[in-house]
């Protein structure tokens, strides 16, 4: 069946650091999904990516979409303490039956 | 506008107990999907509901669990004779007709635990 693996699993930086998680789908993806989940909380819809070679940002948080539609990165640029999470993309059609990555642990020293 | 709403919360059971999970979903969604969550991992499917149908139950256990979204009322995750293997958290997620270019929102989760 279809993995999705995520690269790093933890990223410890300081705060004002930029930060990336990569993200790679053993199958071409439809679209991919990116989640941030705060400890203990759940997970949060962060954006959709759907075409080839997609580029979307908001405000610090640059996604894009592999030309191949099978890999994906997250970059947050200047990081600040409420960045802190995990961050997990999944892939899926839509909403459905979403395969998500084991996720990336992201903690900022002040 | 509520969200999705699971209850309850916390969960603790002995082994061999049953496990019920709630979750309704945003108003007006018509799609349910269960996810499980053991700790430091990412979730995974269980299970994808419409209004009295199962549409995909591929990530369920064969056995002990089961699931259901009735015509009315909340869509009820069940798990029978609970073993610890079964302490995660259960998260229902929910989204609009057009489930195919929409994000999925995400309940608060019940963690379970088994004793």
């Known amino acids: 069946g279809q993995q999705v693996m995520q690269i790093p699993q933890y990223q410890h930086v300081q705060e004002g650091e930029d930060f990336t998680t990569y993200c790679n789908s053993s199958t071409t993806l439809s679209n991919i999904q990116w989640y941030k989940q705060r400890p203990g909380g759940h997970p949060v819809f962060l954006i959709q990516l759907v075409k080839s070679g997609e580029v979307k940002k908001q405000k610090r948080l640059t996604f894009q979409f592999g030309e191949a539609k099978k890999n994906s990165s997250l970059h947050i640029t200047a990081t600040q303490t409420t960045d802190v999470g995990t961050y997990f993309c999944a892939g899926g059609r839509g909403a459905q039956k979403l395969v998500f990555g084991q996720g990336t642990r992201l903690t900022i020293n002040p | 506008n509520a969200g999705v709403m699971q209850n309850p919360r916390h969960l603790v059971r002995r082994r061999g107990q049953e496990a019920r999970l709630r979750c309704s979903p945003v108003?007006?969604?018509?799609?349910v999907y269960w996810y499980r969550q053991l700790p430091e991992e990412g979730l995974k499917f269980m299970v994808y509901?419409?209004?009295?149908?199962?549409?995909?139950e591929s990530g369920m256990p064969k056995e002990r669990f089961s699931a259901e979204f009735p015509k009315e009322g909340p869509s009820i995750l069940r798990i029978q004779q609970v073993v610890r293997g079964d302490s995660a958290a259960y998260f229902c997620a929910s989204s609009p007709l057009d489930s195919l270019n929409t994000e999925a929102f995400f309940g608060q989760g019940t963690r379970l635990t088994v004793v």
């Open positions: 509901l419409q209004k009295e149908n199962i549409i995909d």
């Open positions: 108003k007006g969604h018509s799609h």
